[in-house]
């Protein structure tokens, strides 16, 4: 490796079944405490086609934690802490395109944040940042996670907005008009503050929208329901598996920095001055800023 080249070290984020999969050496399954607590579930640290991975089930295994009380700091903090180079987010989505069909994937590029009651930042009192979200996930690693999903036989767009919702409820007709009146693609629960927290950490962040319903907007198919949502997804599991396979083959074991600047994205992102920082706050930014914090 050179200076400007470490391990690849893939840190996918979604649910329990994605990385029960062919192909994967399991090493181990590491339970990791951040500043921020536990995450949702042991991580589970193996090699897939001579790739490092991480996974880690979003909403702990068995589906016990609902969207709003994921500790997305401490899911984020674990991977940075374990070494990731690179995040992908596998994440069940509705759709507001006729076109963006269930069983389709999207490799989303942009969010409008409608959460309202999760903590979004790793900064706080003591040490305020303000990092740049105007591009959310990495140009890079998304066009390697679209190309991935196609070479795994999935019908995959490139582009779209994703709307996220609060939740645990689905929208009402009346949201889910509105949201199409503005433009939106997709909508789902658990990409915020997630790729919020990513950028935050400098980690290149991607997510596969996984298409399973027409949200309740759409006359012929009628509102979402959970029983829907879960057949498309245990349609699309051996597709989701394959994905993952697939961009670890393509990123390979070396990887260089994002060309968006994302692990450098904290060098001007800082205002609060050093004098003026609360050490017991820093003490636990160092776990994800320590490149800049020293």
Wanted: aromatic share 6%; proline share 6%.
């Amino acid at each position: 490796m050179t200076e400007q080249t470490r391990e690849t070290c893939l840190a996918i984020f979604g649910g329990s079944g994605i990385y029960e999969m062919p192909g994967l050496t399991i090493e181990e399954e590491r339970e990791i405490e951040t500043p921020w607590g536990m995450p949702s579930a042991p991580v589970t640290i193996g090699r897939l086609n001579g790739v490092r991975v991480l996974f880690l089930s979003r909403h702990g295994k068995g589906h016990t934690i609902p969207p709003s009380e994921l500790n997305a700091r401490a899911n984020v903090a674990a991977a940075k802490m374990l070494g990731a180079t690179d995040m992908l987010s596998l994440s069940a989505c509705g759709s507001f395109r006729e076109e963006l069909a269930p069983g389709d994937f999207v490799a989303v590029d942009q969010f409008v944040d409608r959460t309202k009651g999760r903590t979004p930042s790793f900064f706080e009192s003591g040490c305020v940042a303000h990092v740049s979200m105007a591009h959310p996930v990495c140009s890079r690693l998304t066009e390697e996670a679209a190309q991935a999903a196609e070479a795994a036989g999935a019908r995959v767009h490139r582009g779209g907005t994703y709307l996220v919702m609060e939740g645990p409820q689905f929208s009402t007709k009346a949201e889910s008009e509105l949201y199409r009146s503005w433009g939106m693609d997709v909508i789902g629960m658990t990409a915020m503050p997630e790729a919020k927290l990513a950028r935050e950490a400098e980690l290149p962040y991607a997510i596969l929208g996984m298409v399973t319903d027409y949200d309740c907007w759409h006359e012929d198919e009628g509102p979402v329901d959970v029983a829907s949502v879960l057949a498309i997804l245990a349609q699309n599991r051996d597709a989701g598996q394959r994905t993952v396979a697939e961009i670890a083959r393509m990123i390979g074991p070396e990887r260089t920095p994002s060309p968006d600047g994302i692990e450098t994205c904290l060098d001007f992102a800082i205002v609060t001055p050093p004098e003026a920082r609360d050490p017991q706050v820093l003490r636990k930014l160092k776990t994800i800023a320590g490149r800049v914090l020293g």
